[in-house]
């Protein structure tokens, strides 16, 4: 199976400054990587995903990297605004239907 | 609202009831999973359907958990004797195959056992 490996587990950043989660994969037939937000309660939402044959992706204030030969992929996040403040899940697409996450990052964004 | 919907949204039980799930996926979606979310940890793979057909089950799963999807459209998660340890959030999440990818996710089913 996938192993996938997040860090760091917690995340404090100042409004208006960048923050970036790094995520691992152990199996290089992993071909799809989303990145989900969890607010406290709720169920994850997709807020980006990147697929094996794209370096990188960029949706305003969000971007996410792939370097396939090291099996990592990165979230990055721009301009943090405290509406950002969340567990973020990265995860990957193993053998076309099974998806393993990673454990997680909190971020807090301190106005 | 056509988005994946789980209800109850909480359920308090002793331990030894048995206690059902559902799941109501996107309805163009033919591929249904179940995962398990304990705090401070990432979603747990459960199970997953593609249309009616429970295609995987992961080895985690004990004989108390049994999931059903007739006729390929909602599902449901039955745990049977609960145990303090089932104690978690269930996460119903749908997919359309052809995209291989794009996960969605419902806003889970909260489970205490008492």
């Known amino acids: 199976g996938e192993n996938v490996e997040q860090h760091p587990s917690t995340l404090s950043v100042q409004e208006g400054d960048s923050a970036v989660i790094k995520c691992t994969y152990s199996?290089?037939?992993?071909?799809?990587f989303p990145w989900y937000k969890q607010e406290l309660g709720k169920g994850p939402q997709l807020i980006i995903d990147?697929?094996?044959?794209?370096g990188e992706k960029k949706d305003q204030r969000i971007a996410v990297t792939l370097n396939k030969t090291a099996k990592h992929f990165s979230l990055h996040i721009t301009e943090t605004q405290p509406e950002d403040s969340a567990v973020y899940f990265c995860?990957?697409?193993?053998?076309?239907?099974?998806?393993?996450f990673g454990s997680g990052t909190k971020l807090n964004v301190k106005p | 609202d056509t988005g994946v919907s789980q209800n109850p949204r909480h359920k308090i039980t002793k331990r030894g009831q048995n206690v059902t799930f559902r799941c109501d996926p996107i309805?163009?979606?033919?591929?249904l999973y179940w995962y398990r979310q304990t705090l401070g940890q990432g979603p747990e793979f459960l199970t997953y359907?593609?249309?009616?057909?429970?295609?995987?089950k992961s080895r985690l799963l004990s004989d108390r958990f049994s999931a059903e999807r007739p006729k390929g459209s909602f599902s449901t998660l039955e745990i049977q004797r609960t145990e303090q340890g089932d104690s978690a959030m269930y996460l119903c999440?749908?997919?359309?195959?052809?995209?291989?990818?794009?996960?969605?996710f419902g806003e889970g089913s909260r489970l205490t056992v008492l």
């Open positions: 999440a749908s997919s359309f195959e052809r995209y291989t990818g794009e996960l969605f």
């Open positions: 199996d290089s037939a992993s071909n799809y």
């Open positions: 990147i697929r094996s044959n794209v």
């Open positions: 995860a990957a697409l193993y053998n076309f239907n099974k998806f393993y």
């Open positions: 309805s163009e979606h033919n591929r």
């Open positions: 359907f593609q249309n009616e057909a429970q295609l995987e």
